[in-house]
């Protein structure tokens, strides 16, 4: 049995996941995957995240995917990040640098980490004009704070993790050189419709035109950058891309989600793929194991379209969440699918799901991204606004 066949059918423990401490978060990025923003007073306490950490170990768990949310908003996230590495469990933490001050550079970049720990900083554009759009002023300077921070401390091969998007793509040179200057490794990932992600897909994610850019780019650069797997659609172009080109969830990733719920893949937080949670009986061992939805996803495909399709042993009929959440069968093409199917399927009728949780802050901070304020709009009328609006009373005649 080739390696990719043995991860379909699953193993008996992730070889990563993605761990979302809490969805609290300074930022209100446009195309966040987890609607973040505001904290669930359910997240789990300091203790069950230790519990959580112990069980890790013990299923060798190679490391966990910290997230958010902002992660280092946590008040226990530098406790937990060092109870994880002295339990032998990698970390690899992205943040938006907020809280990535000198002293913090100077602990992550100490004997005390041991090489246990990674450091992801988002940026999605080699520029503030263009970041800060889906980011929100400012984030691009405090990105690049970050990241002189941990050069300065002599943290060694920290990333800088980008979403693609049609506005980034002409920018990857920049992002290259922009790494090479911090002593960084490029990492980018795919935009998913997930989220808020799903309110901004149709303006943000790229042209067909330059999904061939960004694949061919890839060709000529992916020895030197890293993508998690992320644009395994792209094999449909030509020659695959390096990594397992196929879709991991529930058979090598999931997610745990801050109180505890565990989900199929990090980019479909919905109660779809919501596979059980931890704090039940046989904890997230059972889950992992023997969860029914686990066991559907590591089952072969037989049907649909595209496993018809010449393309398929390369692709793999693309990204699951992209597909559920822009309202196409999972078992067909993905919206961008480069031979064109997708796009086929996009114009024809589909229902598109319903959010099932969103943890935006209720009202806007300055920290907004310009992308957010244009895409709200006026109501219709005063009266969608307010059901008074309008109405000046009579004045009384008691």
Known sequence: MKLVEHFEHGLDAPICLTWELTYACNLECAHCLSSSGRRDPRELSTEQCEAVIDELQ??????????????????????LLQYAVDHQVGVKFSTNGARLTPERAAFLASPACGGYVDVQISLDGATAEVNDYVRGPGSYDMAITALSNLRDAGFTDAKISVVCTRHNIDQLDEFKALADAYGATLRLTRLRPSGRGADVWDELH???EQQRVLYDWLMANGDRVLTGDSFFHLAAFGESLPGLNLCGAGRVVCLIDPIGDVYACPFAIHDQFHAGNLLAEGGFQRVWQESPLFTELRSPQTGG??????????CRGGCMAAKFFTGLPLDGPDPECVQGYGETLLAGARSVPAASQDHSKANPTRNQPVMLKLLTRPPVSDCAESPLAGFIPEPSTH
């Open 58 to 79: 013990r299923m060798q768990v190679f490391y966990v995917n910290i997230g958010g949310g902002e992660p280092t908003i946590r008040p226990d996230f530098w406790h």
């Open 206 to 208: 790229p042209t067909a």
């Open 305 to 314: 379209a595209c496993t018809k399709c010449q393309h398929y042993d390369s």
